[in-house]
């Protein structure tokens, strides 16, 4: 039996070794530690992110697969609660290290299923809800910020890198090279990378409105 824990973070506040050290705080002891970084969890299903394709490959009948909570999974409610569902199918426990869940496909007395099948959905929508309210806040922000002043410009956040390193970073990607690499020789973060990578025209149009 393994236990590996899913890591998952999608913007420069977020750090995996926090995911993981939160995870041996609550008491496991982990084999593995299998993560995506810059990657969405409303937009990115689990299947189609680089590790995440991984689990599914490596996760084996007894495993323990860890994570944070559900939202690590992803933010949306089917794609969690099939992702759920299909590792339970194949004999993997799930486990959150936040409030201490258990997810457990041989589960065979009735009401017990039934009560784990509720949380699962539960938690599932209540992270998409919260997904959808953080969208809601931030669209209400941007409007806000877009009326002040009147004629004030909205920008959006200052990007975190120069047109040199822009061009840099494509210049790389074009070449193949990996997401690790072409952060250590242009000096940004992955997750700018992973950024620049997926989102090109509109990380070129936030350096034209700032004037870099």
């Known amino acids: 039996m393994s236990v590996i824990l899913y890591a998952r973070v999608s913007t420069a506040d977020q750090t995996l070794a926090h995911q993981q050290t939160q995870a041996e705080a609550a008491g496991f002891k982990l084999d593995r530690v299998v993560a995506d970084e810059g990657v969405s969890g409303i937009s990115v299903p689990l299947r189609e992110r680089p590790e995440g394709r991984r689990l599914f490959d490596i996760l084996r009948r007894g495993d323990v697969l860890v994570v944070r909570w559900v939202d690590r999974l992803g933010r949306n409610y089917a794609d969690v609660t099939d992702t759920i569902r299909e590792f339970m199918r194949r004999g993997v426990v799930v486990k959150t290290v936040i409030n201490g869940m258990t997810f457990d ?97 509109e990380q070129m149009k936030a350096l034209e409105a700032w004037g870099l």
Do not use: W
């Open 105 to 201: 496909g041989a589960t065979t007395d009735p009401v017990q299923m039934a009560v784990r099948d509720a949380l699962i959905a539960f938690m599932a929508a209540t992270a998409q809800a919260q997904s959808e309210a953080t969208k809601e806040a931030q669209r209400a922000g941007i409007a806000h910020a877009k009326t002040i002043g009147g004629a004030t410009k909205y920008r959006g956040r200052k990007p975190g890198f120069a047109r040199e390193q822009f061009n840099h970073v494509r210049e790389l990607l074009a070449q193949g090279a990996g997401a690790s690499e072409i952060a250590k020789l242009t000096g940004v973060t992955r997750q700018t990378v992973y950024r620049i990578k997926d989102h090109p025209a």
